[in-house]
C-alpha cells in the first residue's frame, strides 16, 4: 500500500508540473523577441500552404520548392504550424509571431512529456518525473522551445521516435505490427522535419540485429525464416511508411524522391555557412571549429548537477557490465532502453565530429540529444534514490532535499536569465558572467524585439512620432526581429549614414565600432545583449 502511494504521488506530481509548465508558457510566449530564422520558416509555412491547397485544385504552387534553402529539410513541422497560427488568428487578437511562439513553445511541451513516457515505459513513474523535470530546467532547451522552428520540433520527434522504438523492444519476440506502425509514421515526420532523422533507422537495425542475436545466443531457431521475420520484414515495414510520410510533407524531395533525399542528407554534413563563432574567446569560420565543440559546449551548457548524474550513472553502467558479463545476452528492458538511449546520443555526435560537419549557434544543431540526456539523468537519479532507499530510507529525504536546493538555484538563474534562458552557460565557466566574449550569448537576436519596444516607447513618450519619419539601422541578421514592431513611422535605414538610431546586437559586438550616444542596453546578470543608440544626438 506504500508503494502505490508512492507512485500515486510521483504521478501527482508530474501531472503537476506539466500544468505548472502549460501554464508557463500560456503566461510568457508573448515575452520572447523573434529570432532571425523565423520569418523565413514562417514564408516556408506558407508557401507549403500554396502547394497543398493548389494541390486540391491541380495547380501547386510550387514556392515551396525554392524558397531559401529551406527545400532541404521538410516541411512537417512548417506546415503543421501555418496551419495552426492560420487557425488561431481567427479565435485570438495575438500577432502572427506571437501565435509562432505559442505553438513553438506547446510543441516543445510535447517533448517534455515524451521524455517522461519513455523513461516511464523503462523504469517507472518516480524515474520518469525525475526525466521530465530536468528536462524542463535545461535553459538551453526551455529557452528554445518559443522561438526555434526547426531544432525544437526535431527534438520533440527524435525523442517520441525512441520512445516507440523502446515499445517495439519492450514487445520481443512479439512482432506487434502497431508498434511498428506508430514508430514509422513518427520517425517519418521526424525525417519529414529534418533529414537527419535518418539515423533512428540506425538505431532500429541495431535494435532488431541485437535482437536476433540473442534468439541465436539461446539456443532458439534462428535460421533465415526468424531473419525475415524478426529483422526484414520490420525494417521493410517502418521504412516504407516512414519513406511515404517523410514525402507527403516534402514538396521539393517529391519531384525526385530518391536522388533528392539523399542529396539533401550530403547537403546537410557540407552545409556552407560563410560567418564565424565565438568559441573560448576566438572568432573561428563555422567550417573549421576544432573537434572539441559540440562536447565542450555540451559540457558547459548543462545544469551542473545533470552533468554530474550522468557520469555517475556512466561509471555505475560500465562498473555493472563488468561485474555481469553476460548482461548483454538477456537484458533487461531499461537496460536495453538506456543502452538505445546513450547511442542516440553519441552516434551523431561522433558523425558529426568525424565527418567534420559544419556546426554554429551553440548547439542548437544538436538539441534533439538533449531530451535523451535527460531521461539518462533521470534514470540515475532514481537509481541511486533506490540504492540510498535500501541502505536508509532518511537518506533518500535528504537528497530530495538537497536536490530540491540545486532545484531552486537552477531555476532562480533561468527567472534572472528570463526571456533569454537559452544563454545559460554553468558555473564550468564561471555561469553567463563570464561567458560573455568567450561563447556565443544572444546569437538567434532575440534581444532585438525588446529593444524595438523599447525605442518605440521611447519615442512616443518624447513626441517624435508626431513629425516626419525616423529611421533605424539595425546590425547582424535581426533586422525582421526588430522590424516587426516598428510602426509605420519608423523605417529600416540601410546605412548607417543615413540613420536616427541604431539597434545593435551582441553577436560579432557589432554594435561597438558604431558611432552615437547609448540611450538603452538589455543585458542580463551584466551581460549586454543589444544597444540602442543614437546616431545623431
Known sequence: MDQIHKLRSYQIAAILLFTGILLLIFITFRDYGI?????????????????????????????????????????????????????????????????????????????????????????GDKAAFWSALFLAIIPVYYGHIFFNPKDIPFAVGYI??????????????LVKWKSLAFFGVVSGLTLGIRIGGVFLFGY???????????????????????????????????????????????????????????????????????????????????????ADYILRYLAISLPELLLLLLLAGTLVTIVRWLINRHVGVSPSLRVLGSSLLVISVIIPIITAILGHSTVYDGIRHFLFVIPPLACLAGLSFQFFLDQLS?????????????????????????????????????????????????????????????????????LEKNGISTGGKVKVFVTGATEYSAQYYFPDWIELAGDK??????IGGIRWFSWEEMPGVELYTVSRMGVPLVVIKDLKP
Open 35 to 123: 529570432s532571425w530564422d523565423e520569418q523565413a520558416y514562417s514564408s516556408y509555412g506558407k508557401a507549403l500552404m500554396g502547394y497543398y491547397l493548389g494541390l486540391l485544385h491541380g495547380a501547386p504552387d510550387m514556392t515551396a520548392t525554392s524558397i531559401h534553402n529551406l527545400q532541404l529539410d521538410g516541411g512537417t513541422y512548417d506546415l503543421f504550424s501555418a496551419l495552426a497560427v492560420r487557425l488561431l488568428e481567427r479565435m485570438t487578437s495575438y500577432g502572427v509571431m506571437e501565435l509562432h511562439h505559442l505553438v513553438n513553445a506547446i510543441t516543445g511541451f510535447l517533448g517534455l512529456i515524451g521524455a517522461w513516457a519513455t523513461v516511464r515505459l523503462l523504469a
Open 160 to 173: 517520441w521516435s525512441l520512445y516507440f522504438l523502446i515499445r517495439i523492444l519492450r514487445d520481443f519476440p
Open 204 to 290: 532500429f537495425g541495431l535494435a532488431l540485429l541485437w535482437n536476433y542475436w540473442r534468439v541465436f545466443r539461446s539456443g532458439s531457431s534462428a535460421g533465415f525464416n526468424t531473419f525475415i521475420r524478426l529483422v526484414a520484414l520490420p525494417v521493410g515495414f517502418t521504412g516504407l511508411i516512414a519513406y511515404i510520410v517523410m514525402l507527403a510533407f516534402w514538396p521539393w524531395a517529391l519531384q525526385n524522391p530518391i536522388r533528392y533525399p539523399i542529396q539533401a542528407l550530403i547537403g546537410m554534413r557540407q552545409y556552407f555557412w560563410p560567418s564565424t563563432v565565438l568559441y573560448r574567446g576566438q572568432f573561428i569560420v563555422a567550417s573549421d571549429l576544432p
Open 390 to 458: 535500501a541502505m536508509n530510507i532518511k537518506l533518500v529525504y535528504i537528497a530530495i532535499l538537497l536536490m530540491a536546493v540545486y532545484l531552486a538555484y537552477q531555476i532562480s538563474v533561468m527567472i534572472r536569465l528570463h526571456p533569454y534562458e537559452y544563454i545559460y552557460y554553468n558555473q564550468l565557466v564561471g555561469g553567463v558572467t563570464h561567458a560573455y566574449q568567450e561563447y556565443e550569448t544572444d546569437y538567434w537576436g532575440t534581444s532585438a524585439s525588446q529593444a524595438a519596444k523599447w525605442l518605440v516607447h521611447s
Open 497 to 502: 549614414y543615413e540613420a536616427d538610431y541604431m
